[in-house]
């Protein structure tokens, strides 16, 4: 709620920007914990440069403006 009062963040129900990352994150999180990512991020570097390209890709998102 703070983000979207200082214009940091869209306008929304922060309710529904926070179930968002939630809902990344935890997913991230699972394809990790049971190697469905293994090939694509064998080391904990390759694991992190895939959660930054992805946290980006939330923070930009995905529809052209």
Known sequence: AEGQKSGQFNQGRSEDIVLA?????HGLS????????????PTDEAKMEITRNVIN?????ILKS
């Open 21 to 25: 990352a939630w809902a990344l994150g």
């Open 30 to 41: 699972m394809l990790f914990v049971t190697e469905r990512l293994k090939e694509v991020a």
């Open 57 to 61: 890709v939330l923070l930009s998102g």
